[in-house]
């Protein structure tokens, strides 16, 4: 069965930093492209970054500048490095791969808090 498996989300204070990692367990092949999301209380959840296994990537506005999305070397991998973190950051993160043989995969999600 595959799944997405997140670590490294935790509590930072602002302007500190943290790295996420997803994980494509039980995989055959690369996932194309594989993203991660965010969702705060009582907003919805919203695209933070995305990139192929080109290596094109996207960001929201929000995350220019400060974050960056990379993948593995065997391209099973996508991590979310985060700096200069706002408490306008925190949110529960999501990793995602959205066609993978037709489904579109989530992970369980991983709580990042920027918070004194």
């Known amino acids: 069965q595959v799944q997405l498996v997140e670590s490294g989300g935790g509590l930072v204070q602002p302007g500190g930093s943290l790295r996420l990692s997803c994980v494509v367990s039980g995989s055959v092949f690369s996932p194309n492209a594989m993203g991660w999301y965010r969702q705060a209380p009582g907003k919805q959840r919203e695209l933070v970054a995305l990139i192929t296994n080109g290596g094109a990537a996207n960001y929201a506005d929000s995350a220019k500048g400060r974050f960056t999305i990379s993948r593995g070397n065997a391209k099973d991998t996508v991590y979310l490095q985060m700096n200069s973190l706002k408490p306008e950051d925190t949110a529960v993160y999501y990793c995602?791969?959205?066609?993978?043989?037709?489904?579109?995969?989530w992970g369980q999600g991983t709580q990042v808090t920027v918070s004194s």
């Open positions: 995602n791969v959205p066609n993978y043989l037709g489904r579109n995969l």
